[in-house]
């Protein structure tokens, strides 16, 4: 069974909630632009899924309401034909949005005639894979959902949520209101509501090294509910000074890292529900996956795969919270020193991308590319020195990568429960363990192909995949 979700730019959340729910009590209605996600095979039920994400939002005006009331709303569809015609071309679909301002909290019969003929309408003008989303606003702030995939079906919308500043679940599937016990502590800090958001998350590693490995931990001892993990390496000796439970053995039988972690967290007994992928997150079989998640940790240190999460929170509005270590041993008037710099960025509308903020960089992300797919050629290259050599490795300390882990986690919480206050989100913190001080570097302001780019924002499924070509 095709199971559905949508996700909300707080901005357009407020903007819908203003224009359908007015002093005057009447019903009012607006058009909304979709940008739609296709799952064949949801990781964690196996079923399809289908996402909807909003674009824009174009109130129906005055000259177009036929009649309107506390009670009911009608108004001509003359631009409703045209902006399928527009869908068509640009590759979006057009929803609708109303209001119940003094109830019924739940879709009308009448509501359920005249949103069938929008989808039939729809059908016959852009085709049978034509949707149409419905969304409901009621006068207590309760929303619903549903999408007509055909005239005569309407699936509901098991979530919805919003991205960008703070997110919040406005409409939720039903869960459990018992507080598990081994969650009693956490809920006494951080309340019941956060522990039930967080065994509803559907949230991705990308990456179970240094950083990730800790990660891994903390979100299956905070009670998170799915986990998608994702990484093709394997244990090596040199990584046990910051796996957390890997061992020998797992070195010297190569085990992978992700059924390393996947196999501590089912240790813990906790609930969580866990998939690995032994891909590249580039890889096709990845895609269903990355696309189903609600939140995405990148603790990935290549640039070429920090570049596919940077396009997939604009693309797609899942969050993601980027993570970076540097370390570096010099000499200083015959002194060895430690640097240590740890990064926590998070990607989503509204916020500077890793590009901008000069974390990711596109000619670098190239030549991993081409070493990925074309390695006779990358050796060519560099051999020719066209492409730089594979670098030294890197000094790591595992209470530093657990540092960023948990700073990372700490800006999930604050997102999902603000307790530093509604003012407190940091979309980009470093960290300079050497000098005990947080710093907030700014970001280029020279406009963006990704994140300056509305247009791309919530767009969802596009071809080529998150508009890479190559």
């Known amino acids: 069974m095709t199971s559905a ?27 909304v632009i979709f940008g739609v996600t296709r799952i064949h095979r949801d990781p964690f039920t196996t079923g399809p899924r289908i996402r909807v994400s909003v674009k824009d939002i174009l109130p129906v005006e005055l000259d177009e309401i036929i009649s309107s009331d506390h009670q009911h709303i009608s108004w001509r569809t003359d631009r409703f034909v045209s902006l399928l015609a527009q869908a068509e071309r640009e590759g979006f679909q057009v929803g ?76 939720r599937k039903e869960i459990s209101e018992d507080d598990e016990p081994a969650f009693a502590r956490q809920s006494l800090a951080l309340g019941a509501a956060f522990n039930r958001t967080v065994r509803e998350l559907r949230i991705g590693v990308v990456g179970a090294g240094g950083t ?42 190569g085990r992978k890292k992700v059924e390393v972690a996947k196999r501590e967290i089912e240790r813990m007994g906790l609930g969580t529900q866990v998939v690995t992928f032994e891909s590249w997150i580039g890889a096709e079989e990845c895609r269903d996956a990355l696309r189903s998640l609600d939140l995405i940790f990148g603790c990935t240190d290549d640039h070429e795969g920090r570049g596919l999460l940077n396009r997939l929170a604009y693309y797609y509005l899942i969050p993601v919270i980027d993570v970076g270590l540097a370390l570096r041993v010099s000499e200083r008037h015959g002194e060895t020193l430690l640097e240590a710099d740890g990064r926590v960025t998070v990607l989503e509308p509204g916020a500077s991308c890793l590009i901008c903020r000069r974390v990711v960089n596109p ?33 790591a300390v595992v209470s530093f990568t657990t540092s960023v882990a948990t700073m990372a986690v700490e800006e999930m919480i604050q997102r999902l429960q603000q307790f530093r206050g509604t003012t407190g989100n940091v979309a980009n913190r470093v960290r300079k363990f050497t000098h005990l001080e947080d710093f907030r570097p700014g970001a280029s302001p020279e406009r963006c192909r990704v994140c300056a780019n509305f247009r791309i924002h919530g767009a969802g499924d596009v071809e080529p995949f998150l508009g890479r070509v190559g």
């Open 5 to 31: 979700d949508l996700s909300f730019q707080e901005k357009h959340l407020r903007l819908l909630e203003a224009e359908l729910i007015r002093p005057d009590g009447a019903e009012h209605a607006a058009y």
């Open 96 to 171: 609708i949005a109303h209001s119940h301002p003094q109830g019924p909290k739940h879709f009308s019969p009448q509501d359920d005639r005249n949103e069938a003929e929008l989808s039939r309408l729809a059908q016959n003008r852009n085709g049978e894979k034509a949707i149409m989303p419905s969304l409901l606003f009621c006068g207590d702030g309760t929303v619903l959902g549903r999408i007509w995939t055909t005239p005569n079906e309407a699936i509901p919308l098991a979530t919805i949520r919003t991205v960008s500043s703070n997110w919040r679940f406005i409409h």
């Open 363 to 395: 000619a670098i992300a190239a030549e991993e590319a081409l070493k990925r797919t074309d390695p006779p050629e990358y050796h060519r290259r560099k051999a020719e020195a066209y492409v730089r050599g594979e670098r030294n490795p890197a000094p």
């Open 212 to 253: 990730g490995s800790p990660l891994i931990q903390q979100l299956g001892r905070m009670g998170a509910g799915c986990l998608a993990i994702f990484d093709p390496d394997i244990v090596e000796t040199s990584n046990l000074n910051r796996l957390y439970g890997a061992t020998y053995e797992d070195a010297a039988v």
